[in-house]
C-alpha cells in the first residue's frame, strides 16, 4: 500500500473509486455544453397551413388606395402598389416579429430589419409583394415576402415586421385578424 493510502487508512480500491469519481465529476464540468442564444422574449405559436380564398386568377378590378389609418407613407411599397389588382385572397391571422430577432437572417438571406416592410409566409415565392388589411379597423400595410414561417395554429397565415405591425397598429394586440391580398408574385 502507498505511503498516502496508510495516512489515510484508505484500501486500494477506495482510492481508485475516488480517482474515478473525481474524473467524472471533471468530465461533466468540461464537457457541460453552453446555454443557447435563445431571445429574451417568448416568441408567438406558429400555425401550419393557411386557410385561403379562392385565387382571383387574372382580376381586373383595382383596389382602393390605403386610407391615412393605413399603409405609413413613407412605405414604398405602399406608393408603389396602391391600387394594383389582386391576384389571391388569404384570410387569416397575422402575428409580428419579435424585436430581439433583429440581426438574424431570414430564409431568403436577408437580414431581418423591423424598419422594413417585411413578412414570412409558408409558400408564396420570396419577393412576392402583399397587401395586409386588418379586417376590423381597415387598416393597410404592403410587404414583400422574405422569410417562412409562420408555424403552429392554422388560423396564422403572414407574420410582419415590426414596420408593418406598427402600420396596422397591432403592437399591443399582437394576433389580428387580415386579408392578405397577393398583388405580385415573383418567380
Given at each position: 500500500?502507498?505511503?498516502?493510502?496508510?495516512?489515510?487508512?484508505?484500501?486500494?480500491?477506495?482510492?481508485?473509486?475516488?480517482?474515478?469519481?473525481?474524473g467524472?465529476?471533471?468530465g461533466?464540468?468540461?464537457?457541460?455544453?453552453?446555454?443557447?442564444?435563445?431571445?429574451?422574449?417568448?416568441?408567438?405559436?406558429?400555425?401550419?397551413?393557411?386557410?385561403?380564398?379562392?385565387?382571383?386568377?387574372?382580376?381586373?378590378?383595382?383596389?382602393?388606395?390605403?386610407?391615412?389609418?393605413?399603409?405609413?407613407?413613407?412605405s414604398?411599397?405602399?406608393?408603389?402598389?396602391?391600387?394594383?389588382?389582386?391576384?389571391?385572397?388569404?384570410?387569416?391571422?397575422?402575428?409580428?416579429?419579435?424585436?430581439?430577432?433583429?440581426?438574424?437572417?431570414?430564409?431568403?438571406?436577408?437580414?431581418?430589419?423591423?424598419?422594413k416592410?417585411?413578412?414570412?409566409?409558408?409558400?408564396?415565392?420570396?419577393?412576392?409583394?402583399?397587401?395586409?388589411?386588418?379586417?376590423?379597423?381597415?387598416?393597410?400595410?404592403?410587404?414583400?415576402?422574405?422569410?417562412?414561417?409562420?408555424?403552429?395554429?392554422?388560423?396564422?397565415?403572414?407574420?410582419?415586421?415590426?414596420?408593418?405591425?406598427?402600420?396596422?397598429?397591432?403592437?399591443?394586440?399582437?394576433?389580428?385578424?387580415?386579408?392578405v391580398?397577393?398583388?405580385?408574385?415573383?418567380?
Amino acid at each position: 500500500m502507498s505511503e498516502r493510502a496508510r495516512v489515510f487508512n484508505l484500501r486500494p480500491w477506495q482510492v481508485a473509486l475516488g480517482l474515478t469519481l473525481l474524473g467524472m465529476a471533471l468530465g461533466c464540468a468540461s464537457s457541460s455544453t453552453p446555454e443557447p442564444a435563445w431571445p429574451e422574449a417568448p416568441l408567438p405559436a406558429y400555425p401550419s397551413a393557411e386557410q385561403e380564398v379562392a385565387p382571383r386568377g387574372s382580376s381586373t378590378k383595382a383596389e382602393p388606395a390605403p386610407s391615412s389609418a393605413g399603409a405609413s407613407p413613407s412605405s414604398q411599397l405602399a406608393k408603389e402598389y396602391a391600387g394594383r389588382a389582386t391576384v389571391q385572397e388569404l384570410r387569416g391571422q397575422a402575428t409580428y416579429y419579435s424585436d430581439s430577432l433583429a440581426g438574424n437572417h431570414t430564409a431568403s438571406g436577408a437580414i431581418y430589419d423591423p424598419r422594413k416592410h417585411t413578412a414570412a409566409h409558408r409558400k408564396l415565392p420570396f419577393g412576392t409583394v402583399v397587401r395586409v388589411t386588418r379586417t376590423d379597423t381597415g387598416a393597410v400595410t404592403y410587404v414583400t415576402i422574405n422569410d417562412r414561417g409562420p408555424f403552429g395554429s392554422n388560423e396564422r397565415i403572414i407574420d410582419l415586421s415590426r414596420a408593418a405591425a406598427e402600420d396596422l397598429a397591432m403592437m399591443k394586440a399582437g394576433v389580428v385578424k387580415v386579408l392578405v391580398e397577393v398583388l405580385e408574385k415573383s418567380n
